[in-house]
């Protein structure tokens, strides 16, 4: 599988013998632009639309994913994207900085204690930690400036800064709906490849999109993953057979299995510090089938974004991390990391006593502690911001730009996040979502205003989880809401199971009965590896966090 792998010592020469091996996409009097990673950001720069110095000046604000590289006559600067999604390390070698867009760990780095706990606490590092003690992620928003005389790199953004351009409190004029902006951002993001590809699921993030995208007659198909006969993928051919739109099914089944150890030898390598690999394979098998330079459209991030403060799937913002963001005392979170040891005691006692104030102060960052009551839940939207979108997301877009498939996320469209937050200012006040579909339509019936707005006819379809669109903003589909969330109890209680989309434990079953034996020895003192030796017994978060540390050892041992 194809590879788009960085690395170059951040000396002059040695970046000019690099932007060799790439294609400029301006020439500008004496300046060259390159682009690595936005297509919206090549087109922008080809047309004229965005000049050196615009982008220079406030331009760089809108980079939701991607590097910029501006070289003038005798300096060079390389900017990333304002969440430092695209993955970006600096490493310390034999007294010269090195940078890359992979975490390449020899069998002599000395692993960081704190960042193999953060990673099983909220299935990644936090901050500019890597797994290693000399490697550091380069923050969002920043611009490294590399000249003869050496190079200096700064952040251009705080997190203060990114917070007062999303949370504006302008008040919005009637035009400017926040999804009037969705067809522009995909429009100005492909490719020439006429061929578009929308991930329609049976939720609500694809259905927005693939409204915006019926209300502007775009040509295109759709495409879902998962095991043969699951509700998500039934639902979404549904849809697209209503609609008259070919679907593609990409089946999760023995093929894809055959597939799993080459997927993860791959993810590995070319992974970000985070190996997470729990359902990632699914990502680049779908890629592996797709045309080359396909424009495919999808919703990665928008429930995370449009819900805002609420709980997430035990995979992503985990429950861990939503726990952390509603803490209001450091007493708090200590408790919080005490009462995970016990319930999920994957890492060794001593290891986490010794290190707890310290774990305290960090993951304080992200609570309400020191938080204004009118801006209490923007520390979970900086979670999802500076956390969760560059280290599980971010590596997730590359995958697919390394098997030449142009990804487009219109809900990580700065315009986007700014416009939706001003229109749902209540959001800032909103109870965390725990699960409870009493109250759950208030955080999705955004979905059905939009759509409503968009394409009133799609609002009359299904999602996978039984009721129709419409339902959440009709008064019978307030009264029928609840009796959904009852009737599924009820069949969770009577242990009536659908097919799962993916069941990436039965993927990694093989590997993780041999986990508990093969630890890397740098891991024997920090990983509880009794825990690991009973994975038939174990739950769902128990197996998530075993294939957190299948990923991680193998990284520590590639």
Not at 459 to 486: C, E, H, M, W
Request: hydrophobic share 35%.
């Amino acid at each position: 599988m194809k590879s788009n792998k960085i690395k170059f010592s951040l000396d002059y020469s040695a970046v000019k013998t690099f932007l060799q091996t790439l294609q400029p996409c301006l020439q500008e009097g004496d300046d060259t632009v390159y682009v690595i990673g936005n297509q919206r950001f090549i087109n922008s720069f080809q047309s004229h639309s965005l000049s050196v110095e615009g982008f220079k000046n406030t331009g760089y604000r809108n980079l939701e994913y991607g590097i910029v590289i501006l070289v003038e006559a005798d300096s060079i600067e390389i900017y990333n994207d304002v969440f430092g999604g695209y993955p970006l390390f600096k490493t310390q070698e034999n007294d010269q900085a090195i940078l890359s867009n992979f975490l390449d760990l020899s069998k002599e780095s000395v692993i960081d204690t704190i960042a193999i706990i953060e990673f099983i606490h909220f299935n990644h590092v936090l901050g500019n930690r890597t797994l290693s003690t000399n490697t550091k992620r380069i923050p969002g928003a920043s611009k490294i400036s590399i000249n003869a005389q050496g190079y200096k790199d700064e952040r251009l953004l705080e997190w203060s800064d990114l917070e007062a351009i999303l949370f504006d409190d302008e008040a919005p004029t009637p035009s400017e709906k926040s999804w009037s902006g969705i067809d522009a951002f995909i429009s100005s993001s492909k490719t020439t490849n006429p061929k578009d590809v929308l991930t329609l699921t049976g939720g609500f993030d694809s259905r927005l999109i693939m409204a915006v995208m019926l209300n502007a007659k775009s040509k295109f198909s759709t495409i879902t993953w998962g095991q043969s006969g699951n509700l998500q993928t039934k639902t979404a051919e549904q849809i697209s057979k209503d609609h008259s739109l070919e679907h593609r099914e990409v089946k999760l089944d023995d093929e894809f299995q055959n597939e799993i150890n080459t997927y993860l030898d791959y993810i590995v390598s070319n992974g970000s510090e985070s190996p997470f690999i729990i359902d990632i394979p699914q990502f680049v098998h779908m890629c592996r089938g797709l045309e080359k330079d396909t424009n495919l459209i999808s919703g990665f991030m928008g429930s995370e974004i449009i819900r805002g403060p609420s709980y997430s799937s035990q995979v992503t913002l985990t429950k861990f991390a939503a726990d952390i963001g509603l803490a209001k005392t450091k007493e708090e979170i200590k408790l919080l990391i005490q009462e995970f040891q016990t319930e999920y005691p994957f890492l060794d006692d001593t290891v986490v006593n010794q290190n707890i104030d310290k774990l305290v102060d960090l993951y304080a960052d992200y609570s309400k502690i020191g938080k204004q009551n009118s801006n209490r839940n923007t520390s979970i939207f900086k979670y999802l911001f500076l956390e969760k979108y560059p280290k599980i997301y971010g590596p997730i877009v590359k995958f697919h730009q390394d098997q030449d498939i142009n990804l487009i996320n219109p809900f990580m469209s700065i315009d986007f996040i700014k416009r939706m937050l001003r229109e749902n200012k209540a959001k800032t006040d909103l109870t965390p979502y725990e699960g409870n579909a009493f109250y759950n339509y208030k955080l999705y019936k955004y979905y059905a205003i939009a759509i409503n707005g968009i394409h009133p006819p799609l609002n009359k379809t299904y999602v996978d989880r039984g009721y129709k669109i419409a339902d959440l903003i009709s008064p019978l589909g307030l009264i029928k809401l609840p009796l959904f969330q009852i009737y599924r109890k009820y069949l969770r209680k009577h242990k009536v199971k659908e097919t799962p989309t993916v069941d990436s434990k039965k993927w990694y079953q093989s590997h993780l009965e041999k986990n508990a034996e093969n630890l890397d020895e740098r891991l024997l003192s920090i990983i509880n590896n009794d825990t690991l030796k009973n994975i038939n017994q174990l739950n769902s978060v128990h197996s998530i966090k075993s294939q957190l540390i299948l990923g991680l050892n193998k990284k520590l041992k590639a």
